[in-house]
């Protein structure tokens, strides 16, 4: 049995940069010549104008493709962003799934105060703590050990894998243009400078922060216009 606090996610491939965004524009004012040019000081200007009258299909002209591990709670989260994404998830009918949950770390927040719409999260007292690691611990074990029992008797992988809760880590592929990543970014982080104010679940979030490293480096011009213009997606 492993137990993580932890996501993975690493950059595939990408076919990401300012200079796409930019080229994708200039085809409205110059056709076809916008295929032969280069990266100029006036990118930056022209990327914080699409960004900020949100002309955002030149933004749709960009590729990444991530690899993900985490938890399946907050894989089915991810997977209700569709508009411009693309998945392909680790298989629990076709392979035995692996003994990795997820316990949350020490310092993570465990108490909700507040109606939905208008709460926050505290940290537990003690008891809550002792509870959550203690209770997922054994819960997570027990759900395993029933898990392989049953494939050990020949009951089919779909069918046993009923009894795993939805800390068991998946793992998935995830391919995004820039435009649909920052839409996703924009509702999976907390950032003091957003326009509009965001409450994602903190796992998740952990996701999108390392997601956004990757967007930041490949495509600085673009990432500094989002954030300028209250990182709202184009």
């Known amino acids: 049995m492993e137990f993580r606090s932890d996501v993975t ?5 990408h076919a990401a940069t300012d200079t796409d965004v930019a080229s994708a524009a200039r085809v409205s004012t110059i056709g076809g010549e916008s295929r032969f040019t280069e990266a100029t000081e006036k990118d930056a200007g022209l990327i914080n104008y699409l960004m900020r009258d949100r002309h955002g299909s030149p933004f749709e ?14 894989i089915r989260e991810f997977f209700r962003h569709r508009a411009g994404w693309s998945y392909n998830e680790e298989s629990g009918r076709y392979k035995q799934l692996q003994p990795v949950f997820y316990k949350p770390a020490d ?3 465990l108490r909700q105060i507040g109606k939905p719409g208008k709460y926050e999260f505290t940290a ?3 008891k809550q703590q002792r509870a959550v690691s203690g209770d997922i611990t054994r819960i997570s ?8 029992r049953l494939l050990d008797l020949g009951v089919a992988r779909e069918v046993a894998r009923m009894v795993l809760p939805v800390n068991i880590y998946s793992s998935f592929y995830a391919t995004c243009n820039a435009r649909s990543l920052m839409h996703f970014l924009s509702l999976r982080t907390t950032d003091e400078t957003a326009k509009f104010p965001s409450f994602p679940q903190r796992e998740i979030e952990m996701v999108a922060e390392k997601m956004e490293d990757f967007f930041h480096f490949h495509m600085p011009e673009t ?3 989002f ?3 209250g990182r709202v997606a184009p």
């Open 107 to 109: 310092g993570r927040p």
């Open 141 to 148: 074990t027990e759900a395993y050990e029933t898990y392989t």
């Open 223 to 225: 990432w500094a216009a």
């Open 9 to 13: 996610v690493d950059l595939i491939k």
């Open 227 to 229: 954030q300028r213009n």
């Open 124 to 126: 537990g007292d003690y």
């Open 61 to 74: 002209h960009t590729s990444f493709t991530f690899y993900v591990e985490g938890p399946i709670f907050v």
